[in-house]
């Protein structure tokens, strides 16, 4: 039932190779987890579980239904309780301080987090300036949408909005659950532009999913075998 | 400081757009109000008697009715994972929760209070007292019930948990409150009464946000 992937540290490249030629303190691991295990209504979700993310670096997590695939996620974003293990971030106790931890952590859960009721450019508001978010609705190709209330927008759409204000968050950390759920071809492929980038300015995705992400050099963790 | 007051002008604007959610609360309180001289009698002696307990049993009442929605909303479609994460700690959250409220429930009540009371025949004297009475108290009513709805967060059937965990909690503002106006109606000072309710606002402003906050970070685990 529950998963043990002791001693997995397969490390996520950068994108760069510049970069891991000179791998200094700076571009060591970032995210470290060390024998984590969490626990869910009573039911062991995972134990031992251990894995690390270098900058720029992506782990792709994967398995069944049911294998604490989005438990783990909101447990790196510090919305959930560690029972066991610890989460280090550079090196230091990274839920020491959740306001901090919260500052580099962008998460994008199941649902899109969006208020129906307002527009989608007031949706993104209190994450960026009027200029920021102008750019990150254009980004995702909604500037049309912009001043529409997000109630009359498709599911794709509202995904699409949600991704964009990921990118608004700057944080280093992407966590993603199911980031692609709703999206057509050419928002994937732009979303993969939008993964790239955050990759290559020394970002990280953690991101759990049963579709194809296009996610490159992305190390793979199978949970609940 | 300034993601505080973005999130807090969202707060007003969602409940701008949600214009009947708002008002149900106010007109909850002036009809309650209204229904009394229709029970005991337009007599002014018995009503204006009654009318501070009245005022006070009613604002208490309107103030539950929107908590339920309070975080409720925000738990459902995901926000709350996203507030939490804002950056600001989960007792500013709860504060900004409460300021909302009472931006939108308290306040409002506040300024149809006094027509209210008028309507119930209430003494010349006792009207401001119990104006000035009902500012602490409404603050109170909303950083008491941030608590509760923080608290019944992800219980089921926390809608009806939820009046029988803050009702008992807000007694204390009934007591001083009505007792503040009751002896303004009576020619006795009002003064002690009035600073017990300021001192529970005092106590309640720092402790509330600090249990809700943490009410808060339980329901999203």
Not at chain 2, 100 to 122: D, F, K
Request: hydrophobic share 55%; with cysteine; aromatic share 4%.
């Amino acid at each position: 039932m529950c998963c043990c992937e002791s001693g997995f540290n397969h490390t996520g490249q950068g994108p760069s190779t510049g970069r891991l030629l000179r791998r200094n303190k700076d571009e060591a691991d970032v995210l470290e987890a060390d024998g984590l295990a969490t626990i869910r209504g009573e039911r062991l979700v995972f134990a031992g579980l251990s894995f690390r993310v270098a900058a720029g670096g992506a782990l792709l997590l994967t398995g069944p239904n049911g294998a604490g695939k989005s438990t783990l996620l909101r447990l790196l974003a510090g919305l959930g309780r560690i029972e066991a293990g610890r989460l280090l971030w550079e090196g230091a106790e990274a839920l020491a301080d959740l306001p901090a931890h919260a500052a580099r952590v962008a998460y994008l859960g199941h649902s899109d987090a969006l208020k129906l009721g307002l527009t989608a450019a007031e949706n993104l508001r209190p994450w960026g300036t009027r200029a920021a978010v102008a750019a990150a609705l254009a980004t995702a190709s909604l500037a049309p949408f912009a001043d529409l209330p997000v109630r009359l927008l498709s599911a794709g759409q509202r995904r699409r909005l949600a991704l964009a204000r990921l990118a608004l968050r700057g944080a280093r950390l992407w966590l993603l659950d199911e980031p692609t759920l709703g999206l057509d071809a050419a928002s994937v492929a732009r979303f993969g532009t939008m993964l790239a980038r955050h990759r290559a300015g020394g970002g990280l995705v953690v991101a759990a999913t049963h579709l194809p992400l296009p996610l490159d050099a992305a190390a793979t963790l199978e949970l609940g075998r | 400081m300034k993601l505080f007051l973005a999130l807090l002008r969202r707060e007003l604007a969602l409940a701008l757009r949600h214009g009947s959610d708002t008002l149900a609360a106010l007109l909850f309180f002036v009809l309650a109000a209204a229904l009394f001289p229709l029970a005991i009698g337009p007599a002014p002696g018995t009503l204006g008697r009654l009318a501070p307990g009245i005022v006070y049993v009613c604002a208490l009442l309107a103030a539950i009715l929107p908590l339920d929605r309070l975080f409720g909303a925000d738990f459902d479609d995901g926000t709350l994972d996203q507030l939490l994460l804002s950056g600001l700690p989960a007792p500013a959250l709860a504060l900004l929760k409460a300021a909302a409220h009472w931006l939108t429930t308290g306040a409002p009540l506040l300024l149809a209070a006094a027509p209210v009371a008028v309507m119930l025949r209430i003494g010349p004297a006792a009207l401001p007292v119990l104006l000035l009475g009902l500012l602490p108290a409404t603050l109170l009513l909303s950083l008491l019930g941030t608590v509760g709805a923080a608290v019944v967060l992800g219980a089921r059937r926390g809608g009806v948990l939820l009046p029988l965990l803050v009702l008992p909690l807000a007694t204390p503002v009934l007591i001083f409150g009505v007792a503040g106006t009751d002896a303004a109606a009576f020619g006795q000072s009002p003064r002690p009464h009035l600073l017990f309710l300021a001192a529970l606002f005092a106590a309640a402003l720092p402790l509330c946000p600090l249990a809700a906050g943490a009410a808060l970070r339980s329901a999203a685990e």
